[in-house]
């Protein structure tokens, strides 16, 4: 198992996120680094995710994590123990991550030797839309249990991110949701109509072809300059 | 139907949080008037375990409602459709509730028609737990699919709460989650020895008679000042 490195972070309340955003975006394109923003709620398979996908592109992409918690260790412990380059950021009761507190993660990987950087950001659905944290590409989980609702409560969230993945899929056939995945399309598309969407799940690796595709292409694309 | 009344509210960044909240409280008290401040993530089951509690408390206790959403008024029209009294208050973006918001939609129900206000909090596990709203009491929902680990990960929610409602329960017997209800019970209680945990289908109404018993002794005791 690789080592976890924690770093405690605070935010800069002096520096203007947008413009340390943009730096950031200056100094992923010198490095040749693909850094995707990975937002969700609390528990809907963040982790999980992030190891099927790595696992996936094992062999086509290099990927490093960067995991933020508020209090605790458990998401890089555990995605290290899939010798997969993490860092770990504890943000001590902060609710998103912002482009300083990023760019102080990623000071803490050989990016030489990543083509991509999955950042795990706090699991909330308000707070990390507001914050530019200098990623390349914005990606969203909503998983079944949590509801087909959520994009008329969450607006800001679904209309900024680049895909959206609807996980735990298997959810739907247990009988015990009613979520609509018709319904749940024609919300978010109505906020957001360059979205792409894709049924995941994370836990059977169900639908990981598609979205990995999409990942691989989006990073090649980039990292071709 | 009864008719939803919105508030757009605004923090008041001047104002002192925890003077007003005091302050609210004396109110409460003068008014008997019990107010519960539900807290969780988007998606578990906040809507739905309010109307299972007012229909099982019906007759022995007169129920009002305050919604809280960014964006949106689905739940409080959900809930007025059931004959309920409930305010929306829509934060625009802000990602909790403070006490000058709360005052602001206590102004608008009859209280001396009403033993208790149950406050429909963001769905959020972070910053609602960081501003007191005045409440008498705090109770938090998690439901099954999020996972055993929040505890560790959100540790101030679980830290303060009076109550968890461990809710979609049926979810257990779906084989789809590996959660570990003794795992939990564990970790909250380290965080938290004096809380109460009921686990709950609000789907069903499994477990809301040990949970509605609980929230009947809390008011009464209350309104019998």
Known sequence: MDEVRLIEVKQDIHADNE????????????SRTFLLNLMSSPGAGKTTTILSTIEKLRGSLEIGVIEADIDSMVDAERVASQGVSAIQLRTGGFCHLD??????????????????VIIENVGNLVCPAEFDTGAIVKVMILSIPEGDDKPLKYPLMFSLCDALLVNKIDYLASGLSDFDVAKLRERVHRLNPGIEIFE????SGEGFGEWSDWLRREAKRFLAG
């Open 19 to 30: 413009r340390v955003a943009e730096e950031l975006r200056k100094r992923l394109a010198e």
């Open 99 to 116: 482009a300083t507190m990023v760019s102080q993660g990623l000071d803490q990987l050989q990016l030489a030797e990543l083509d991509v």
């Open 200 to 203: 995941i799940s994370a836990r």
